[in-house]
């Protein structure tokens, strides 16, 4: 009697740039793959700051993954959440304790926030990392002008301040967004009200000496100079020491009186890193080989934020979408290699640089391209745009977003300034955190 083999069972833990990414490239592949998440949908986390400033809607930057796989048949999804490993019995264990057999597994689940231990950041400071984060933080920032309308006083005890934490794309984008905003939105909004809106205040603090750090002095010069302009107090050279319900204290002693922090200043491996049971390394990464493999699992690869993966220059490369995109690609390669027989199955990934692009605001972003091509303005701004609606998922979604982004240019108008849920700090879409591979700086 004949036996039939089996086909090679693939399992990939991450719905986020890094999962998909590998799952597509394995469309054409023998191999049954099971594409485990514990949301059902794939978040755009660059334009998760947007959501958050009333620009574009949740729909707009979510995309359901079953919708995204429905022509690919060799793929599962699994809406679970991932426990453990059993090595020895090659299973991924999910909460409930049901199990998923793989000959192959792709871990790539991402990141969350780090607040480095600071005291009061986990209780009062605003995420913006997942798709509920950003839906809270439009919540709170819309209420803190609507808390204002009701009682102006708040407005002396720093209602309407909102300080941002971390200089880097996600930061700047979220300051200048915030700016644009107050200054163009809200104070239409409120005209006429019993709330000041020029007494609004948006403070970016950064730690380093000058934002933007991996960028070139001269596109860092430009952000800092814009958002000055545009009425963003920059604070670098310090960091927080401590925060409180309405008081934020620097290190350098300093106390900004303001009711809304908004942390955007550093990510960690997400826990599932722990619960491979493997070495780790600085923020949680997971240590792997220069081909993406674990050293003591060769069955087994870490792609995206939560892998430790050498730049070759002593440091790591950064945990941005395309380091996710590149490294699904390559292990998906790697595996349908060592299924089909064929082809170096060890091949180490090499990183293709594109490039690093934040965007100010209208008409203002930093590009900065292969072969030391640097754009600032809205030559910068045009090329930001063009390249996030490329990458967005979904024909629905780019039309969508397209759609939002000219009428905003034409009016000035946003039409997202919605407080959703019973209060303003909270958010009606899932509370548990979205799986994704990248923080939402950098699609190039």
Known sequence: MAVVNARTKVVIVGAGF???????????????????????????????????????????????????????????????????????????????????????????????????????????????YVLPDAVRLRNHILGRFEAADVDPTVVDDGG???????????????????????????????????????????????????????????????????????????????????????????????????????????????????????????????????????????????VGDMAAIDDGSGGLLPGVAQVAIQGGRHVARLIERSVIGEGDIHEPFRYWDKGNMATIGRRSAVAELPHNLRLTGTLAWVSWLGLHLVYLMGFRNRISVFVNWAWNYLTWDRGARLILGSGEGEATTPADPTVDDAPPPDVA
């Open 18 to 128: 890094g999962g998909l990414a590998a799952a597509q490239e394995l469309k054409g592949a023998p191999v049954d793959i099971t594409l485990i998440d514990r949301n059902n949908f794939h978040t755009f986390q660059p334009l998760l700051y947007q959501v958050a400033t009333s620009g574009l809607t949740p729909a707009d930057v979510a995309y359901p993954v079953r919708g995204i796989f429905q022509r690919q048949p060799n793929l599962q999804f699994r809406r679970a959440t991932v426990d453990a490993v059993d090595w020895s019995a090659g299973e991924v264990v999910l909460s409930g304790g049901d199990r998923q057999a793989f000959d192959h597994l792709v871990v790539a689940a991402g990141a969350t926030v780090n607040d480095f231990g600071i005291p009061g950041v986990a209780q009062h400071g605003l995420p913006l």
């Open 160 to 302: 309407l301040t909102f300080v941002v934490v971390g200089g880097g794309p996600t930061g700047v984008e979220l300051a200048g967004a915030l700016a644009e905003l107050i200054d163009k939105v809200l104070h239409r909004d409120f005209r006429g009200s019993r709330v000041d809106v020029r007494r609004a205040r948006v403070v970016l603090v950064e730690m380093t000496d000058d934002l933007l750090p991996p960028f070139h002095p001269r596109s860092r010069r430009y952000a800092r100079s814009t958002l000055v302009r545009r009425g963003v107090a920059v604070r670098t050279g310090t960091s927080v020491a401590e925060v409180s319900a309405t008081r934020i204290v620097l290190a350098d002693g300093d106390e900004i009186p303001a009711h809304t922090l908004v942390w955007a200043a550093g990510v960690k491996a997400n826990p599932v890193a722990a619960a491979l049971g493997v070495p780790t390394g600085r923020g949680g990464r997971v240590t792997v080989e220069a081909d993406l493999r674990l050293a003591d699992h060769p069955e087994a690869f870490v």
